[in-house]
């Protein structure tokens, strides 16, 4: 069992940067491949990026790749999300997520997650 709770997120202008923590409990955090998906009123969830289990390979959508960096530490059972030139489309609820024991990067972008956070809300301004 894996218990996820997200923080960082808030009100940003556009061209800023916020930098999102996931803090995991349960022993097992750490054989788990980690991602982050996010939800816009009015739309589906969608995948934002994901991390391997060791923390080797990373994986992210088209409209976030160059501007957001997923990292993980084992040590401190926690997933990070560096997101820069932040842009009023990212506005949105972010969750966190664990699924696939000894997943790789790929595996949380075409399938669901077995475990997700209460979500933390991220707003940039124009």
């Known amino acids: 069992q894996v218990q996820l709770v997200e923080s960082g997120g808030g009100l940003v202008q556009a061209g800023g940067s916020l930098r999102l923590s996931c803090a995991a409990s349960?022993?097992?955090?750490?054989?788990?491949?980690m991602g982050w998906f996010r939800q816009a009123p009015g739309k589906e969830r969608e995948f934002v990026a994901a991390?391997?289990?060791?923390?080797?390979?990373?994986y992210y959508a088209d409209s976030v790749k160059g501007r957001f960096t997923i990292s993980r530490d084992n040590a401190k059972n926690t997933v990070n999300l560096q997101m820069n030139s932040l842009k009023p489309e990212d506005t949105a609820v972010y969750f966190c997520?664990?699924?696939?024991?000894?997943?790789?990067?790929?595996?949380?972008?075409?399938?669901?997650?077995?475990?997700w956070g209460q979500g933390t809300q991220v707003t940039v301004s124009s």
């Open positions: 991390i391997s289990w060791n923390g080797i390979s990373t």
């Open positions: 349960g022993r097992t955090f750490s054989n788990y491949a």
């Open positions: 997520a664990a699924g696939g024991l000894y997943g790789n990067s790929r595996y949380l972008s075409t399938r669901d997650p077995d475990y």
